[in-house]
């Protein structure tokens, strides 16, 4: 089974600094997906990245990064010039690209930014 | 945008009732989850459903739970009788043929 590791439950940051929030899995397959979602203090789970595992390059979305280690099989987000509506839970999560694509989550990170 | 919808918002229910969550997943997807999370904890899969029908749960999903796809829109998540350990937020997601999930606003499930 496949399992998904956040080491930091806590993390803050400047507002306008870069932070990094850690992650690593666990799996046996090589054919998968790895995500960050934001859980803002309304709940509602929104998806901020997305990386396939066969892709070598680090996936971007504006100041949201990935730095995807493969071999390592970690994957660690990196947010640039953080900002106020940052703030919030950050669940690392992991699919299969076969069968019901069901997704296993991190147990997450809640980021504080400080102004 | 579609978006996924849930509702209620939040629902309170005594222990031993039975719940109904409504889902209604965005109209052209075909994978249909259920996910919950128990407050401050992790997001945890409970049952996805595909053509009609259950493919795969979790060791959650017991016989107290049952999902449906009534009429081709909504997507249901029963619980027969509540414990107080079902409280919880209750997630949707649907997703297309090799898209992503997309998740519903959730419901708040408390059971007293």
């Known amino acids: 089974a496949q399992t998904v590791t956040q080491s930091q439950p806590e993390m803050s940051v400047q507002e306008a600094e870069t932070v990094t929030l850690s992650c690593t899995y666990d799996?046996?397959?090589?054919?998968?997906?790895l995500f960050w979602y934001k859980q803002p203090p309304s709940r509602q789970m929104i998806l901020v990245i997305r990386?396939?595992?066969?892709?070598?390059q680090n996936a971007t979305e504006n100041r949201f990064s990935v730095n995807f280690q493969k071999a390592a099989k970690s994957f660690s987000l990196k947010i640039s010039d953080s900002q106020l509506g940052d703030a919030a839970m950050y669940f690392c999560?992991?699919?299969?690209?076969?069968?019901?694509?069901?997704?296993?989550f991190g147990t997450g990170t809640r980021l504080t930014i400080i102004p | 945008e579609p978006e996924v919808t849930q509702t209620p918002s939040h629902q309170v229910t005594q222990m031993g009732q039975e719940v109904i969550l409504r889902c209604v997943p965005i109209?052209?997807?075909?994978?249909f989850y259920w996910y919950r999370q128990i407050l401050g904890q992790k997001v945890e899969f409970l049952v996805s459903?595909?053509?009609?029908?259950?493919?795969?749960k979790s060791e959650i999903f017991d016989d107290q739970f049952s999902v449906e796809r009534p009429d081709g829109s909504n997507f249901t998540l029963k619980i027969r009788s509540t414990k107080l350990e079902d409280s919880a937020m209750y997630f949707c997601?649907?997703?297309?043929?090799?898209?992503?999930?997309?998740f519903g606003p959730g419901t708040r499930l408390t059971v007293t």
């Open positions: 997601a649907s997703k297309a043929v090799s898209y992503e999930q997309y």
């Open positions: 799996t046996s397959e090589s054919d998968y997906y």
């Open positions: 990386q396939e595992a066969y892709k070598q």
């Open positions: 999560a992991y699919r299969n690209n076969f069968g019901n694509e069901k997704l296993t």
């Open positions: 109209s052209n997807h075909l994978y």
């Open positions: 459903f595909y053509n009609n029908e259950i493919s795969e």
